[in-house]
C-alpha cells in the first residue's frame, strides 16, 4: 500500500512538472521516469478472479487495482494496464459497476466506473450464443462488480462495450486498433438493472462474493444481486468530486 501509493505520487508529480516545463531536458528526465513509474506500476497490479466461462470452464483473471481508484488503471483516457493472459477464445468484453464509499481519494484523471449497481446490456445478452458472468470486485472501500460476456462467436453487426473503466475494447477493437478506437460510448439507456429475467432465463450467471473457486450458478435462488439498490446513472470522478449523469 505504501510503495503503491508513493509510486503514484512521485509519477504524478513527475508528470505535473512536465506539463509546466515541456520536452525541456528537466521535462524528458521527468516523463521517462513516469515511464518507468508506470512499467512498475502495471508489474504490480494483482491478478483478481472475475469470472469462469460458461462455455469453456476457464477462469478469467484479470491484472485489476483493487486497492483504490486513484491508481492509473483507473484513468479512463489513459489507462495504464498490463496484458491479460490466457483468456478463452469465448471472452467479448467486461463491464463493471462500483458503489462508491464517499469521500473519494482525489485523483489527477477522469475515472468512469461505472454506475453504482450492477446491470446487464441486453442487445448483447439477446444473442442466443452470449452469457453474462456477475461477481463481485471490491476496490478497496468500494464494492465493485464485473460483469463479463462470453459467446462462441462475436456477435455480427453489434458493437461490444467497453472494458470496465475504459473508453476502448483493446482486445475486441473492430478496426485492430489497440488504444485508438471506441467499441461503444456507453448510455444509461443501455442498461437493464432488472437482473431477474435474465437469471431466470439462464442469459446472466453468477459467483457468489468471495468465492476464490469461482463456481458459477444459475437462477434466483441465494443470488446475492437481486434488487441491490444503487444510482443508475453513469459515475464519472474528478479530483475526488462525483458527477452523475
Known amino acids: 500500500m505504501r510503495e503503491r501509493l508513493a509510486l503514484l505520487d512521485e509519477g504524478n508529480r513527475l508528470h505535473t512538472l ?24 502495471r508489474r504490480q497490479l494483482p491478478e483478481v478472479i472475475v469470472a469462469r466461462c460458461p462455455f469453456t470452464d476457464a477462469v478469467v483473471r484479470w491484472p485489476l ?16 494496464r498490463r496484458h491479460v493472459a490466457g483468456l478463452p477464445f469465448s471472452w467479448l468484453t467486461m463491464e463493471g459497476a462500483v458503489r462508491l464509499a464517499e469521500p473519494v481519494t482525489a485523483a489527477p484523471f477522469h475515472a468512469m466506473p461505472g454506475p453504482a449497481a450492477p446491470y446487464v446490456v441486453p442487445r448483447l445478452l439477446e444473442d ?18 464485473a460483469i463479463t460476456y462470453f459467446g462462441n462467436r462475436r456477435p ?8 470496465w473503466g475504459s473508453r476502448t475494447n483493446e482486445i ?29 432465463a ?17 437462477g434466483t ?14 459515475q464519472l ?9
Do not use: M
Open 172 to 200: 475486441h477493437d473492430p478496426r485492430g486498433l489497440e488504444r485508438d478506437s471506441s467499441e461503444h460510448v456507453p448510455k444509461p439507456s443501455d442498461h437493464d438493472f432488472d437482473l431477474r429475467p435474465w437469471l431466470e
Open 237 to 245: 470522478i474528478n479530483r475526488g468530486e462525483i458527477i452523475r449523469y
Open 202 to 218: 439462464g442469459r446472466l450467471l453468477w459467483i457468489a462474493p468471495g468465492d476464490t473457486d469461482a463456481a458459477l450458478h444459475e
Open 128 to 145: 442466443p450464443e452470449v452469457r453474462a458472468v456477475l461477481s463481485e470486485s471490491p476496490i478497496g472501500r468500494h464494492t465493485g462488480w
Open 156 to 163: 455480427e453487426d453489434i458493437a461490444l462495450e467497453n472494458v
Open 65 to 80: 487495482d483493487n486497492v483504490d481508484l486513484d491508481g492509473w488503471y483507473w484513468d479512463w483516457d489513459q489507462p495504464i
Open 18 to 41: 512536465y506539463r509546466e516545463v515541456g520536452y525541456t531536458p528537466e521535462g524528458k528526465d521527468a516523463i521517462y521516469r513516469v515511464f518507468d513509474l508506470q512499467d512498475e506500476y
Open 221 to 234: 435462488a441465494e443470488c446475492p444481486y437481486l434488487d441491490i439498490e444503487g444510482d443508475h446513472r453513469e
